[in-house]
């Protein structure tokens, strides 16, 4: 099995690579681009029947720092 | 007084941490962050500056799952002194040994330049023969050392007088200013600036040195 974990900043916590990215948009001539939040994608190729709280223990442990991100699990 | 500084694949102010230490007049073991102890009677752990792992994933994040890192814990737990320079900061950090995290620097780039340093406290081990408001200068060098902690985190280090460090100018975009924190027992203490790179007159600037004289005059032998 796969899942894919998909972490960001919280909310609130300043992200200054996605304010440099909506900058850069806005100078290549983009127009409308309100905000940027830059994040990651990890993807597990898992043994078969792992369960999603042995992801979400993984998640908290080491794949996202939940001081300042957030974290989503799609089972693939 | 006996001190560890730990050793993780991509340390790489290891030695100049051992060298300060040791011409401070500390005993000094390296340790490789393979072990699972840390050696019998020790005073003070340091972790030293440097890119642990890569920094992959986040900077610090790995280390602070290294076998090393449990006998740390076990250390901190048991009221021992431990700091962290710069990725040793991180570590601290992701070991959720010192609250709040390093996030990258407000301005993006990389920096590498000696910074003005408010001493913000004298009361930590750290601290000690610095007088608090004294302003040193201190080299930084990271990309990441953007301090950020919820605003409910960042009233409790400051009411409780565990902000050790601030930035005259601040270069990075830390909350605050704040450029190193103590932990509640005043033993742990996590700064992204180096000492060790301020520490005698071939350095160019001994302002370092204040640092490596109090932990040693307040760490009693062991």
């Not at chain 2, 050392?145 to 050790?164: I, S, Y």
Request: charged residues 20%; negative net charge; aromatic residues 6%.
């Amino acid at each position: 099995m796969k899942a894919r974990v998909n972490v960001m900043l919280k909310n609130g916590v300043l992200d200054p690579q996605g304010a440099a990215v909506r900058h850069a948009l806005g100078a290549m001539g983009f127009d409308g681009v309100n905000d940027v939040r830059q994040g990651k994608v990890i993807e597990l190729d898992l043994a078969d029947g792992t369960s999603e709280d042995t992801i979400k223990s993984m998640c908290e442990k080491l794949l996202a720092n939940m001081v300042i991100e957030s974290y989503t699990i799609e089972i693939l | 007084m006996k001190a560890a500084v730990l050793q993780f694949p991509g340390s790489n102010c290891d030695r100049d941490m051992a060298v300060a230490l040791r011409n401070s007049g500390a005993d000094v073991t390296m340790v490789w962050h393979k072990e699972t102890s840390l050696p019998d009677g020790l005073d003070v752990v340091a972790v030293p500056g440097g890119f642990s792992y890569g920094d992959y994933l986040r900077c610090g994040a790995i280390a602070a799952n290294s076998p090393i890192t449990q006998a740390l814990k076990a250390h901190v737990e048991r009221g021992g002194y431990a700091f962290g320079i710069c990725n040793g900061f991180q570590v601290l950090t992701e070991a959720g040994l010192l609250p709040g995290a390093l996030l990258r620097n407000a301005g993006l780039k990389y920096i590498c330049k000696t910074t003005p340093l408010q001493v913000a406290t004298s009361d930590s081990a750290y601290t000690s023969s610095y007088t608090k408001g004294q302003m040193i200068g201190v080299p930084i060098a990271h990309h990441d050392g953007n301090f950020t902690a919820d605003a409910h985190t960042l009233d409790m280090l400051e009411a409780e007088d565990r902000v050790a460090f601030r930035y005259g100018d601040n270069p990075n975009g830390s909350a605050r200013d704040i450029a190193g924190i103590l932990s509640a027992n005043r033993r742990v203490l996590g700064m992204m600036p180096h000492p060790e790179r301020a520490f005698e007159a071939a350095h160019g600037n001994e302002d370092g040195k204040g640092f490596f004289d109090s932990l040693v005059s307040a760490v009693v032998p062991a």
